[in-house]
């Protein structure tokens, strides 16, 4: 039996949902998460500052007790105005802002179609040194689902990284080699989370034997190659590169269905399963900065205080197939090999 004292994680991506939905799921993350970036694509998005307060107070009411912090993020629109971004987030209700090109994910029709219309906001956002969280790929038909992200790069983020280089950016959920080699070659200003399903998963996976709908996500999984590059940037002890899990849940009947939402759902599991993730890379030393250092570093946040300890044991970890929700059962992500640690404090 072998024991890891972490630094208490944070989760750099997140989404709690709403309603029975977050009251359901937000236990799993604050379980042994300190602080988690809160996704802002809500029907409607938390658009304003005053949005964002509201939704705080119900994930406060959805964990009465737990010793958790949502940092509130803002959907970004063409509408959005620069002064309530800025003033929200001096007020300290607001840590970042999301980026979704029009129609590029679940709850994105909101989302930026010319981004000129957004300079003025990032222009304010670089001025008060308000982060932006990027979801990175294109939303042009043409463009193949598997090339959106390093399309994406060339013709939107590198543009807009050069437009406004005081601009800090955290491009999310990378899944490409292309993403991993772009952050590398940034000088300043620049970094990516990576989640635990991307660094298990490749396209494969998703297709190979049987369409499987939980190994569903934007951006969706790639070729192997793209997996290796993954985990070897997230091993790599380069701390431009840190955990955002994307735990994105759905309810089975929206999963299990002709028209497939995306999203995986990894919050129960994600310490444990990254615990193996990392010990088979023969870098478990690196799991602590990767999961508890790096991500709060780039944010300009102090290190969590608090530990979170695991425990191997030879006999593999059972959790939980589904979490009940009252808005309906939500699959737990499945890693596809037998996991042997555990969170025991
Ligand atoms: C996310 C969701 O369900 O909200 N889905 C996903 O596949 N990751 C949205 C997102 O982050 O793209
Ligand atoms: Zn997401």
Redesign the pocket.
């Known amino acids: 039996m072998t024991r890891l004292v972490l630094t208490r994680p944070d989760d750099f991506?997140l989404?709690l949902r709403d309603g029975a939905m977050l009251t359901g799921i937000a236990p799993e993350t604050a379980r042994d998460f300190a602080r988690a970036i809160i996704?802002p694509?809500l029907v409607p998005p938390v658009v304003t500052g005053a949005q964002a307060a509201a939704y705080r107070e119900r994930i406060a009411a959805a964990l009465p007790g737990a010793d958790f912090t949502p940092l509130m993020t803002l959907y970004l629109t063409e509408d959005t105005d620069p002064a309530d971004v800025v003033a929200a987030h001096r007020a300290g209700i607001v840590t970042a802002v999301k980026l979704y090109p029009a129609g590029?994910?679940?709850?994105?029709a909101s989302g930026v179609r010319d981004f000129d219309r957004v300079r003025p906001v990032f222009e304010a956002m670089a001025e008060a040194g308000v982060p932006l969280c990027v979801?990175g790929e294109v939303t042009t038909p043409e463009v193949d689902i598997f090339d959106r992200e390093a399309v994406f790069i060339d013709t939107v983020l590198d543009p807009i990284r050069r437009t406004h280089p005081g601009l800090r950016v955290i491009m999310?959920?990378v899944t490409t080699a292309d993403a991993v080699d772009y952050v590398k070659s940034a000088d300043a200003g620049l970094g990516a989370t990576i989640t635990t399903h991307h660094l298990i998963i490749n396209r494969n996976s998703i297709l190979v034997g049987g369409m499987k709908p939980h190994y569903?996500?934007?951006?969706v999984a790639k070729r192997e190659i793209h997996r290796v590059a993954l985990l070897e940037a997230a091993i790599s002890g380069d701390a431009r590169f840190f955990l955002g899990t994307?735990s994105?849940p759905?309810s089975d009947d929206k999963k299990e269905c002709d028209c497939c939402?995306?999203?995986?759902f990894t919050a129960t599991n994600t310490m444990p399963v990254l615990a193996e993730v990392f010990e088979r890379a023969g870098a478990l030393d690196r799991l602590d900065a990767f999961c508890g250092h790096f991500g709060a570093d780039f944010y300009g946040l102090a290190r969590n205080p608090g530990t979170l300890v695991l425990e191997r044991r030879d006999t593999p970890t059972a959790f939980p197939a589904k979490i009940e929700t009252g808005a309906g059962p939500v699959t737990v992500f499945n890693p596809g090999f037998p996991v042997h640690w555990r969170v025991v404090a």
């Open positions: 991506h989404h996704m694509n590029a994910t679940t709850n994105s979801h999310e959920h569903y996500c934007l951006p994307d994105a759905h939402a995306a999203g995986c």
